[in-house]
T-cell receptor, first 116, second 115 residues
Framework: AQSVTQLGSHVSVSEGALVLLRCNYSSSVPPYLFWYVQYPNQGLQLLLKYTSAATLVKGINGFEAEFKKSETSFHLTKPSAHMSDAAEYFCAVSAFIYNQGGKLIFGQGTELSVKP | DAGVTQSPTHLIKTRGQQVTLRCSPKSGHDTVSWYQQALGQGPQFIFQYYEEEERQRGNFPDRFSGHQFPNYSSELNVNALLLGDSALYLC??????????????FGPGTRLTVL
């Protein structure tokens, strides 16, 4: 069975500082991993996804994530935080069954605050 | 190109009532999934519809049921509402959904409050 753990329910950084949001996964098969962002009172928007093509994945808004199999991690980073990055971030793993479709299993989320 | 749309935006019901939520998928998508997001939690998978049939189901009671129409739009029905059903209900659409790498595109959600 697949699962995702996000370390830190709340992360606070200063504007211009490095953003690091942690995600560890558990999967008995090669995982497909996703990062989504949720702004207040909105749905989820895909930031990036890992599909085994490359271990370093670049997404929108300057975010990227590195898949590390040995550490079962898929941490999200951004070199320089912007005020507009303040939101809730969710890591998810695709629990896919052949011919039966896939569901996303989400972590608990990490709320990112950006201080001016 | 319209994305995933959901209606209504907000809904207030009382315990024991029934509710129907609606979702229109992104253009060209044929698979619809529903998720429940309680306050401060990550979304939890309810079920997925493909070709008008429920293909996968999460750990939710039978009070939760759904339907997919020939135009791929979908409804989520919840009977005998409980206070614990208060949540943001998210609809997500994808293409085919038979590949684990498919991206699920989410709608803005319906906020259900049960009093």
């Amino acid at each position: 069975a697949q699962s995702v753990t996000q370390l830190g329910s709340h992360v606070s950084v200063s504007e211009g500082a490095l953003v690091l949001l942690r995600c560890n996964y558990s999967s008995s098969v090669p995982p497909y991993l996703f990062w989504y962002v949720q702004y207040p009172n909105q749905g989820l928007q895909l930031l990036l996804k890992y599909t085994s093509a490359a271990t370093l994945v670049k997404g929108i808004n300057g975010f990227e994530a590195e898949f590390k199999k040995s550490e079962t991690s898929f941490h999200l980073t951004k070199p320089s935080a912007h005020m507009s990055d303040a939101a809730e971030y969710f890591c998810a793993v695709s629990a896919f069954i052949y011919n039966q479709g896939g569901k996303l299993i989400f972590g608990q989320g990490t709320e990112l605050s950006v201080k001016p | 190109d319209a994305g995933v749309t959901q209606s209504p935006t907000h809904l207030i019901k009382t315990r024991g009532q029934q509710v129907t939520l609606r979702c229109s998928p992104k253009s060209g998508h044929d698979t619809v999934s529903w998720y429940q997001q309680a306050l401060g939690q990550g979304p939890q998978f309810i079920f997925q519809y493909y070709e008008e049939e429920e293909r996968q189901r999460g750990n939710f009671p039978d009070r939760f049921s759904g339907h997919q129409f020939p135009n791929y739009s979908s409804e989520l029905n919840v009977n005998a509402l409980l206070l614990g059903d208060s949540a943001l209900y998210l609809c997500a659409s994808s293409l085919d959904g038979t590949v684990g790498t498919d991206t699920q595109y989410f709608g803005p959600g319906t906020r259900l409050t049960v009093l």
